[in-house]
């Protein structure tokens, strides 16, 4: 009877483990989709904005009589925040790595 109380307890620390593990890999894959999602529209905006950028270039240089000032600051500032979404997309990917790893 003893033992049986002490098997029945190790049994129930193991299943609580398993229950804690099991509890943390599912949270692990919602921030790993979550991280995905993310991942995917950072580089939607970012695919949005490169293009964004040709567009100015080529409208830019297609035009002699256009005013250019504007659409280089334009250009600029596009290429700013492809670059720095460029930089949050790989931190977003180390991220994700690192996520990956701990499952």
């Known amino acids: ?3 049986e109380i002490a ?5 129930l620390k ?3 483990k398993k229950a804690v593990a099991e509890s943390n890999a599912m949270e692990l894959e ?5 991280q995905q999602r993310e991942n995917r529209k950072l580089e939607n905006a970012n695919k949005d904005l490169k293009q964004d950028v040709q ?6 240089s297609n035009d002699v009589n256009l005013q250019c ?11 700013e ?9 790989h931190e977003k990917d180390a991220n ?7 499952l």
């Open 96 to 102: 994700h790595k690192t996520l990956q790893q701990e």
């Open 55 to 60: 567009e100015l270039k080529t409208s830019c």
């Open 14 to 16: 193991k299943a609580q």
């Open 81 to 89: 925040d492809a670059d720095r979404l460029q930089r949050q997309l």
């Open 7 to 11: 098997d029945l307890r190790t049994q």
């Open 69 to 79: 000032d504007d659409l280089q600051r334009q250009l600029q500032q596009s290429q």
């Open 30 to 34: 919602q921030k790993l989709q979550t």
């Open 1 to 3: 009877m003893v033992m």
